[in-house]
């Protein structure tokens, strides 16, 4: 079974309004993160989900429970909120994890 990681990185909250490690655990949401074809064919409904923040070295555990579309990048690779289900705060374990430019890999 595939793994979802998405990186909700410190940087980004301050330098683009993105939604903060703890915004997105509480609210069981991950907004836009860019997901090419391929990885998404790997995942589905009840697959894991982690979410990590590598500047702070946090991370939870959950269940994907959808992959909502959105808008589109620049070059055409479709964005998805990542909605969520049973959220946990774990020991943080991924800074190895390696994550695409987009902050996301499939495990």
Not at 7 to 35: C, L, M, R, W
Request: proline share 4%.
């Amino acid at each position: 079974m595939s793994t979802l990681v998405i990186h909700a990185p410190h940087s980004e909250v301050q330098q683009n309004q993105k939604q903060s490690f703890s915004q997105t655990v509480a609210t069981g949401k991950g907004d836009g993160y860019a997901i090419s074809r391929g990885l998404f064919q790997q995942l589905s409904s009840g697959n894991n989900v982690v979410v990590i923040c590598k500047t702070h070295k946090k991370q939870a555990i959950g269940q994907i429970k959808e992959l909502k579309p959105t808008e589109k990048t620049k070059t055409g690779m479709q964005r998805y909120d990542v909605i969520t289900t049973e959220l946990k705060p774990v020991p943080f374990a991924h800074g190895d994890t390696k994550l695409n430019r987009n902050g996301v890999a499939v495990i």
